[in-house]
């Protein structure tokens, strides 16, 4: 037996037992791959800028039924897309489904771009510990304030009382209490006070570090917004004069390609969403996505460009009211017209004939086909086939999205006015009358609340919900009692996601109450 | 093996050749087939005179005329026979199905049945060879009491694999079990040929797979390869078959004419108009003029019958010092799915064991495989379910317009998409290369003669993913193009090796018996991948098909990923029997990772076991032959939870500024702080022969807990979620497999056998919580305490209101409601908060995913020359989400299955279980409830095999070799309520499954 103990069996099994423990220290090593934010060197003050640029890219990155959902209710535009997304369409006839897929998404892609704001937030401050130039990060973090606001503002006019995030953590959700919309409009209208005086006073297109991005005006414009629908008319004259007042901003003479690809960076807007095909055929591109809002089965000018889906239809109401006014180019701007549409206005005596310019071809040459789902569509969302970077097909590719713009400012400044505030910004008339001139309207005088709410509706239409919102704040649910609707006060806010409702306290408390 | 017997019973028995004759008694000792069985111990009863039979089966002994001859041979029954004055007894010897001292693999280790304490099942080679499969584990099917198998009919693709239902949150790609291959880990086997496969053993109770620690939470699968034999004769072998698959069940989608009706009644204008559009454009129907003369089985349009095929040679042997197997094997699939949709792989394999001198043995192990995948586009079968019958798979009013096919689009006809699936099937290519290479030496170290032995093993296997995915330009219209032609490539390295070194000891005093094991582990895991992609290459020729080729090069399809994980390991076991009769089994394991923040983790095991048999009462039972009961209790952990960050993380995003691309980065808000799962699992069972070893009995019974399971916790109000360790899940179940083998006299050879496994999962502790929310926010899933995970959840449907007054009749009615609409149950009673309106709180958990029972049955008939074998499988108490009906929410532009169109509500007293064609696009009916949570159960004949075996046959005075030529129907037949075309849906949400087909093969074994 003793012979098997051999001298190299012993030192093999032995060097076996001593290597072993050498892969100890193996277990400590850090994932791969990863860039934990922990280890991010913060001296490094140039970088400063990359997470205000993240939270640019977050803003941007809208999800595209985000905006259909904030704007769909109204007079100036109706669901479209008929017989199919039901429940949007109920959305506009204001019959309200908790479970409704399109609600739940947008509560959980604000409050998602919440926590990602002020994650951006506590980032830049890191950097501003070692900054040289502490003023630019307390305008980076002022800029990342106003796309705060603006997300709070619109989850609170959709769904009135709402959690107000204080920091990026989502579990906050979970113990937060709900504030009202009061509450809310009043802390977007402090944070505004706080963000505009470490902003540049400059118009977007002026800044040097990123074009088109936020300045003070932009905040002025949310301020004035949220006073708005706080009805402090006082609050919004003084921030929609100081923007008049600073000349940095004129009304686009072409309002049709305002809307276009001519218009991008345009010197009429405060605020737009971003978007490029980066000047190529093909390849990187980012993008909103368009095809909601097309027409389906078109015949575009250039062949080969991609129509819609046929959603978000103009409503005959507004198109009306613009024949009424004999408005041109912001009907021709604000509408595409079916040769069906046409013949559906037509079938009202009073609009038997209509304006020769009227047609169902774009004057940019597209030729809109019947479609069973609308009868129109909406123009302000229509990139003409021309405007396409060759080799792009889909709908609208390239095409900025505009959240404020000047025209938005003048009327908020006369609808102030006219409520009794004061102003030596401008006058209400002159305001009204710049918009009017624009449109190729005459001036009027001694303009009243009503003919400014009116010159809102003919300009602002089918922009983010904006004639819905005026109508809630002001009690005129005639205004929104139309093609066979009737609004009443308990259909302003969307009921809360069921989604939600199972997952926060303060949302269930609410709708058990 | 017969042969090796005979040697090793030579040096035994020759002692024994000693006795006072007084007559002379010869015989031959066959097997059923006729054929002589050398090395028989023959051994007159009471005496230790005996003798045992030559290479042909013969003996000859000198007994007394009034004695008793007992026969016995390893893995036949033993049988007595009175010599009775005969000069010539000849016996038949009946192969022993059930035999207790059968060894089996245990991990790093073996064990004889009679010795286990814990629940295992092998499943042999022959079982294995009757499923026409490229995947191993499919062929375990209905096979394994507690194994569930769910099939893909996808080539190439692997099973879901579950054992003892899931102790893992789903969706991590976590549930599967460790396989061994030889010694080597991994995550699946799909490179394995099937036939190169000795066996697979089920490590089912943690007591069995502790011994592999934190990798075994969810059972461990041991695949032992062939390999060749010392002294051994040289064995050259063919395996193969040629077979056809069909699909099977295929899901009857709404005719034209049926769609016709819904959308005419679907109250949208819209939907009435594409009708109108359709009839102009194409025409209308002779036999109904109401209805466009097309109407498309876009289902049988898109499938086809497929070939499957599988060819293997291998060659075995060994002399005293060295044994061998080599073999080679190639197998080809194609897929159902009528596009460029295959599989094929070629596999190399050698196996080789050396006694370099008396106490050092060395071996190596090498497998290659070579695969080559030609994915499906999953898509396509959603977009057949979806694309609308009245729309044909070509316009002749496109020809010249469309490119380069004139595919039809429905967009013609009004609807939002072009529907049609044949741009996603013909413009598509998915290339997949899978090469795989495992390589596995050792050195065994004899230390003290049959009692100590080291052995060190380093195993390493080596797998390249090489994929292309490539999207051809094609216009069919103006929003139903591809403008670009695009090419992603990615390219993925993995490299694991183990470094596993084992010390054994066995030893014997007196009654005891003793074996220990201890040993240590490294393991090295490491991936690294790179992704590119490009656009517009010249794309008409394959040869092209390069990035480099490409016009353009996004900078958003270039990527670099990798990951490197270690793992060290301390493990020990005691195997210890008095007298065959007491058992006691233990292990330990100390495993540590680099995957988590907490690096060690210890993981025991006990086992007990009673071999009440061999106790005096019942030895030598009349029916009892053995029976043995068992207890264990053990506890593993889960490393493949994914690994946490543990930490805030920032990743760099793109933005467009003034028409530029820059970068930021957003810092994520969430993260994981992960531990492993910790399974603690007690398991009692007993094992039986009985009847003169005719009938096996296993029986188990299992409580397994998962602790610190990692659940997605929903993040509130922002979706996503993120996973902690937040639950305690309970497997809970009893399993039971019954066997019998009898053999008649008349030759006639007779087996049967059930398996049957209850199961009931259910979540125990969710750490203060009362419910965790899964699925999706519109099909809710949620995983309440006491109840299963990830149950479905939702509103019970009472019927369909018939008419107005049933709807006055009913306070919980809303006022929207009009006859056609579901009628939901209000779960609270008059009087109760909540009563008279359906609200969130009339929402109740409406089953589970998970079957609650599995069988198997199998079936075995030889006679002569014939064989034939039938099995079945089947499952019930699990519901599928029938996310396909599921789809209207998002859009109403498509097609419905025929069940729901025939059987819609269209006016009093037509249906009280589907809504109207209205009611389907209504808010209301498409709420979550049993409206889309269909029953799950299925039944099906799972195999069926007719063979004729060809022995000793005799051609020109020449040998022949021994031929099998066998028929085979797999799958043939399978029975269901659900309304889909595959109740197998792992996740249990049916979005778009691919079919599993049914199988028909001939096969041929030629053995030299």
Known sequence: ?513 | MKRLFFLLMLTGVFSLLSAQPRITVTGKVTESDGQGIPGVSILVKGTLVGTITDLDGNYTIETEPQSTLVFSFVGFSTVEMPVANQAVINVRLREQAFDVEEVVVVGYGTQKVKDLTSSITTVKSEELARTPTGQAMQALQGKVAGLQVVSTGSPGNSPTIRVRGIGSYPGQNNEAPLYVVDGMFFGNIDFLNPADIASISVLKDASAAAIYGVRAANGVVLIETKSGGYNKKTEISYDGYYGLQVAQNVLKMANAEQFTTMAMESGSAADASFILNAMQRYGRSRVNPNVPDVNTDWYKEILRPADIQNHSINVEGGNQSASYSIGTNYFAQEGILDMKNEYERFNLRTKLDFKATEWFTIGGNMILSNAIKYGEEAGAWNEAYFAVPILPVYDPALEGIAEPVNYANAQDLGYRSGQNPFPTLRYSDNRLKIRKLMANFYAKFQLIPDKLDFKTTYNHAFTSLDERNVRLPYFIGNSFQRVDASINKSSGIFSDQIWDNILTYTDRFDLHNVTAMAGTSFRDEAYSGLRAGGLNFPYQREESWYIDQSQEKPEGSVGDGGSRQYGLSYFGRLSYNYNDRYLLYATMRADGSSKYQQKWGYFPTVGLGWVISEESFLKGHRIINFLKLRASWGQLGNDKIQASDGAITTTPVNVAIDDVMVSGTQTTNTFSSLKWELTEETNAGLTGRLFDNHMSVDADFFIRDTKNAAIYVKIPGIGGSVLKNVGVIRNSGFEMALNWDDEFANGLRFNAGVNFSFLKNKVRDLYGQPYIDGGSAEFRQRTYVGHPLLAFYGYEVLGVYQNQAEINADPSAPASAVPGDFKYRDQQKEGEPGYGVINDDDRVILGSYFPSFLYGGNLGLSWKNFDLTASLVGQMGNKILNRKRGEIIWTADGNLDADLAVNRWHGEGTSNKYPSSAGLRKGWNQKMSDYFVEDGAFFRLQNVQLAYNIKGLQLFGAGMPDARVSLTADRPLTLFSYNGFNPEVASGIDTQTYPIPAVYTVGLSIKF
């Open chain 1, 1 to 513: 037996m003793k012979r098997y103990f051999s001298i190299t069996k012993l030192t093999l099994f032995m060097a076996a037992l001593l290597l072993f423990p050498a892969c100890h220290d193996l277990l400590d090593e850090p994932a791969e791959n990863r860039t934990f934010t922990g280890e991010t060197d913060y001296t490094i003050t140039d970088n400063m800028g990359l997470p205000l640029l993240g939270m640019y890219a977050d803003f941007y990155n809208s999800e595209w039924e985000v905006f259909p959902l904030i704007s769909v209710r109204g007079d100036d535009v109706n669901a479209g897309g008929l017989g199919d997304q039901q429940d949007f369409a109920e959305t506009d006839k204001y019959n309200y489904n908790k479970d409704y897929w399109m609600s739940n998404s947008v509560w959980q892609n604000y409050y998602g771009d919440l926590f990602n704001a002020h994650s951006a937030m506590e980032q830049i401050a890191k950097y501003q510990e070692f900054a040289a130039n502490k003023g630019l990060a307390d305008q980076y973090i002022a800029e990342v304030k106003v796309m705060r606001a603006w997300y709070l503002y619109y989850l609170t006019l959709t769904w009135g009382d709402i959690i107000i995030t204080n920091g990026p953590d989502p579990s906050q959700l979970l113990v937060a209490k709900l504030s009202t919309q009061e509450e809310v409009m009043k802390h977007i209208s402090a944070q505004m006070d706080e963000a505009i005086p470490l902003l540049p006073a400059v118009h977007p297109a002026e800044r040097a570090d990123i074009r088109g991005g936020i300045t003070k005006f932009t905040a002025l414009a949310m301020k004035a917004r949220a006073n708005l629908t706080l009805k402090n008319y006082a609050a919004v004259a003084e921030a929609t004069g100081q923007i008049i007042s600073s000349g940095k901003f004129v009304l686009a003479t072409d309002f049709y390609n305002l809307f276009k690809i001519p218009g991008k960076l345009n010197k009429e807007n405060l605020l737009e969403l971003q978007y490029s095909d980066f000047g190529k055929g093909s390849g990187d591109a980012i993008n909103y996505l368009n095809d909601f809002f097309g027409p389906q089965g078109w015949t575009p000018k250039v062949t080969g460009a991609g129509g819609g889906w046929g959603f978000y239809e103009p409503s005959l109401k507004y198109i009306k009211f613009m024949l009424d006014r004999n408005e041109t180019i912001r009907l021709e701007t604000s509408v595409l017209f079916t040769n069906r549409g046409i013949a559906e206005i037509k079938k009202d005596a009073k609009y038997a004939t209509l304006p020769a310019w009227i047609s169902n071809t774009t004057r940019s040459g597209d030729r809109i086909n019947d479609y069973a789902r609308a009868l129109f569509a909406s123009g302000k969302h229509y990139l003409p086939s021309d405007q396409l970077i060759l080799g792009r097909t889909g709908y609208g590719s390239n095409k900025n999205f505009i959240c404020i713009r000047y025209a938005e400012i003048l009327l908020m400044h006369a609808e102030a006015l006219t409520n009794g505030a004061n102003s030596s910004a401008m006058t209400a008339d002159a305001a009204v009358n710049l918009v009017r001139s624009r449109a190729g309207l005459p001036p009027i005088n001694g303009v009243t609340n009503a003919q400014v709410m009116d010159e809102k509706f003919a300009e602002l239409a089918m922009e983010w919900g904006i004639r819905f919102y005026d109508m809630v704040r002001l009690g005129n649910y005639a205004a929104l009692s139309y093609d066979g609707r009737t609004f009443t006060p308990d259909k302003i806010f969307l009921p809360y996601p069921q989604n939600q409702v199972d997952q926060i306290p303060a949302l269930k408390e609410a709708v058990n109450k």
